[in-house]
């Protein structure tokens, strides 16, 4: 029943922005890290940025720095990932995970995954 389901993704043009959303359930939410992974087409999936459980470690890629922040409302359950300035490099399926305990933003490391939101940046 443990469950992690994406939101906001969608066509963007170059330049543009999107806030995507982790919905969860059926987990004790405020004991996970979550992250934000990208899997670029013919790619291997990337950390993109992770938050650990209580929101006071985040950790970003560098190629993203500054122009993407995750957050976490755990009252929600949800996590978001605020998307500014995107461009091409940044197209692919964006997933958010589960990670339990520890903090880290290896994709190897999380058990529990989304169905993820497809983000094709292109004009």
């Known amino acids: 029943q443990l469950q992690l389901v994406e939101s906001g993704g969608g066509l963007v043009q170059p330049g543009g922005s999107l806030r995507l959303s982790c919905a969860a359930s059926?987990?004790?939410?405020?004991?996970?890290?979550i992250g934000w992974f990208r899997q670029a087409p013919g790619k291997e999936r990337e950390g993109v940025s992770c938050?650990?459980?209580?929101?006071?470690?985040?950790t970003t890629a560098d190629s993203v720095k500054g122009r993407f922040t995750i957050s976490r409302n755990n009252a929600k359950n949800t996590v978001y990932l605020q998307m500014n300035s995107l461009n091409p490099e940044n197209t692919g399926v964006y997933y958010c995970?589960?990670?339990?305990?520890?903090?880290?933003?290896?994709?190897?490391?999380?058990?529990?995954w989304g169905q993820g939101t497809q983000v094709p940046v292109s004009s």
């Open positions: 938050i650990s459980s209580r929101g006071g470690r985040t």
């Open positions: 059926g987990f004790t939410f405020d004991a996970y890290a």
């Open positions: 995970a589960a990670a339990s305990p520890g903090f880290y933003c290896n994709w190897r490391g999380y058990n529990y």
